[in-house]
């Protein structure tokens, strides 16, 4: 089943913790990025990759990092994570840069206290 | 860059009658107009698309209608259901680079019975 994973689905944490969140996907996509979801706020835009080993930033980097050494997977880490970064982080992933459909993965919920 | 306006931010309907949501953009280089469902727990879902050299597009209850000219775009549901409960997303996008897909905030769509 082609699909876009992510680890963990929730994850509680404090302050200053370094965390990594995985995202995997199975579709042989080039494309991957990373969005938070926060009420009233909509998907923004943490982070996108066009290729392995390309990565850019995107509307709300601040405060996360991600690595592409793979095609099928974008983690995204969090070096010192703040209440601020509590939030609903979504990766998705599409086929090309130039590509117009986007999936999405299931979800992960982050509090950081 | 693109800014996308969603309206209204909570549609609650009778089961059977039909379901309007719209959204305009601001980036006439905008070309492909997706729009999401996102139940709860789980990550948005592509329902339909449409994109710039189309007026309206059609699949079974859902249908999407495009105004280039106006710059705004509707989602129609017909003959609601309880399982079209959900948050939907409309979204713009140029058709890739490194701008994605730009959301609007989101509707919660309420069907009551």
């Known amino acids: 089943e082609a699909q876009v994973t992510q680890n963990p689905r929730y994850l509680i944490t404090v302050t200053g913790k370094k965390l990594t969140v995985t995202c995997s996907q199975n579709?042989?996509?080039?494309?991957m990025s990373w969005y938070r979801q926060d009420p009233g706020l909509g998907l923004r835009q943490i982070y996108y990759?066009?290729?392995?080993?390309?990565?850019d930033k995107g509307d709300v980097p601040e405060g996360y990092k991600v690595s592409r050494k793979e095609k099928r997977n974008f983690p995204l880490i969090l070096e010192s994570p703040s209440p601020n970064q509590t939030s609903l982080y979504f990766c998705?992933?599409?086929?090309?840069?130039?590509?117009?459909?986007?999936?999405f993965g299931p979800g992960t919920r982050l509090t950081v206290t | 860059g693109e800014n996308v306006e969603q309206h209204p931010s909570t549609l609650s309907v009778q089961e059977g009658d039909s379901a309007v949501i719209k959204c305009t953009y601001s980036d006439s280089a905008s070309n492909y107009f997706p729009w999401y469902k996102q139940e709860l727990g789980k990550g948005p879902q592509l329902i339909i698309d449409i994109r710039s050299n189309v007026g309206e597009k059609k699949d079974q209850r859902i249908a999407v209608t495009l105004n280039k000219t106006a710059k705004h775009f509707s989602l129609h549901i017909t003959e609601t259901q309880p399982e079209d409960s959900a948050v939907y997303f409309c979204?713009?996008?140029?058709?890739?680079?490194?701008?994605?897909?730009?959301f609007g905030k989101g509707t919660h769509l309420i069907i009551q019975p």
């Open positions: 579709m042989n996509h080039e494309y």
């Open positions: 979204a713009a996008s140029s058709g890739g680079g490194a701008d994605g897909l730009t």
């Open positions: 990759s066009m290729n392995v080993e390309v990565t």
């Open positions: 998705a992933s599409r086929l090309q840069e130039t590509s117009y459909e986007q999936y």
